[in-house]
């Protein structure tokens, strides 16, 4: 990939479109890896996707024009899979796999289009919502969250002049290479980018990209943004996300049924992908009680991705449940990516060295850390804590309630219920880190 001057770029984005998503491939990995199933073993629901954003102090109505909102979504509609993403798709392999994507998947996105959304304002944020097939609003997750969060940075970047911008980006630059430097220290780190979600730019994690590609070398293991991946020759990265057991949970008919739901998602998933890409989010409805009832086969897969709690609080949790179920550790696997940056990548690296293995999923903080880089001192760069989450599954209500209370999202009522169901998470609620 060419180096793009980026700040010529930004201050040149005074033509008509300059597109924030420029490929269906601007996506998360995992994204593709759960359609497929959704594809295969749950074509008929319908589920809601809807814009919450948990920084309600940034008021992005009032910062986003609405008609540049509008633009960007309706030019990703018009997006479709090219022959050279689709060859790339079904030729590759992942995590040693070959053909990862059946033939009548790919076959499948040749014509696949995201489908219309909903928008609206209230009390000074967006109301965002996209409805139909689960197979289809399931991929407006990344690119509605990519395009909000790059108009917001365009937004605080509008009035700056070219050298203005030039500082600005030649802070940002300096300030991630004394991360990747202090980084180098780590001998077995095993760190990929998955900055996609919040990034500051589509420009801007290209070069994040490529920064630690040649900064870290093999320890650099890839990246979650599969065109990122096509494109500089790296690992996709990714399994799966908290939405496969929020519908499992929406659709289950009793109390009974929805405590076994994360269960049932998992032997779906173990099945589909014949015993590959086995790694666990176990905190949708609460770390502690997931382990509690998991099956005994759980502790077989390769290894957890914890999140929402502090990473070494929930290491720890999860070397504990492994040593009791007569597992070694060491053989298994943890997957760090909740609010990392550069210290608590280093604080956990340590602690967990050579008792299990690890790997680092680096977001935000790595490509929209801009704090202390603005010239003139605006805090209008500063990440906040958007999601996209599934609200709706066959007209019936998704519920997130994670070991985070102040990360739960759904009616309220349903959380009161699901919480009767999976009991109250062990800590009160922490400030959410982006």
């Keep these: 990939m060419t180096v793009t001057d980026i ?38 629901v319908q589920a809601t996707f809807s814009l919450i954003n948990r920084t309600k102090k940034v008021r992005l109505a009032e910062i986003i024009d609405e008609d540049e909102l509008r633009a960007q979504l309706d030019h990703a509609r018009g997006l479709r899979f090219s022959n050279k993403e689709l060859i790339w798709l079904a030729g590759n392999s992942f995590y040693g796999k070959a053909r990862m994507f059946s033939p009548g998947f790919i076959a499948w996105l040749r014509d696949f289009r995201l489908p219309d959304y909903r928008l609206s304002k209230a009390d000074g944020q967006y109301e ?8 289809h609003t399931t991929m407006w997750e990344i690119p509605a969250l990519a395009i909000v969060n790059e108009l917001k940075s365009r937004a605080a970047m509008r009035d700056k002049g070219r050298f203005a911008l030039d500082i600005l980006y030649a802070r940002a630059k300096a300030k991630l290479w004394e991360k990747v430097e202090r980084l180098r220290q780590l001998p077995d780190l095993q760190l990929s ?13 290209r070069w994040c990209v490529e920064a630690l590609k040649e900064g870290l070398g093999d320890r650099f293991i890839g990246t979650s943004n599969v065109l990122l991946a096509m494109d500089a020759d790296l690992e996709a990265i990714g399994t799966n996300a908290h939405e496969l057991p929020m519908v499992a949970a929406a659709l289950a008919e009793s109390d009974a049924a929805l405590a076994l739901a994360p269960y049932r998602v998992l032997e779906e998933w173990r099945q589909h992908y014949n015993g590959n890409l086995l790694i666990v989010l176990p905190d949708a409805y609460g770390t502690a009680r997931f382990l509690e009832d998991a099956p005994d ?3 077989d897969w390769t290894g957890f991705r914890p999140d929402s709690l502090p990473p070494i609080e929930a290491g720890d949790q999860i070397v504990r449940w492994w040593q ?5 550790p060491a053989g298994k696997l943890l997957i760090f990516s909740d609010g990392m940056d550069v210290e608590s990548i280093e604080e956990t690296y340590r602690h967990f060295h050579g008792r299990v293995r690890m790997s680092f999923g680096w977001g935000t903080n790595l490509t929209n850390d801009f704090r ?3 010239p003139d001192g605006a805090a209008g760069l500063e990440p906040i804590s958007l999601v996209c989450k599934v609200t709706e599954a066959n007209g019936r209500p998704a519920v997130k309630l994670s070991d985070n209370p102040a990360k739960a999202t759904g009616d309220p009522a349903e959380i009161a219920r699901y919480r009767r169901v999976f009991g109250q998470p062990d800590g009160g609620a922490r400030a959410v880190r982006v």
């Design 324 to 328: 009791a179920k007569g597992r070694d």
């Design 128 to 135: 965002l919502h996209f409805d139909g097939p689960w197979t």
């Design 193 to 205: 980018d998955f900055g996609t979600r919040r990034r500051h730019g589509f420009l801007w994690q």
């Design 297 to 299: 086969w759980v502790a």
């Design 372 to 374: 202390g880089c603005d």
């Design 7 to 44: 700040a010529t770029r930004t201050y040149n984005h005074n033509f008509r479109l300059d597109p924030i998503v420029r490929s269906l491939l601007d996506t998360d990995f995992y994204k593709l890896l759960m359609l497929q199933l959704i594809w295969k073993m749950h074509a008929d």
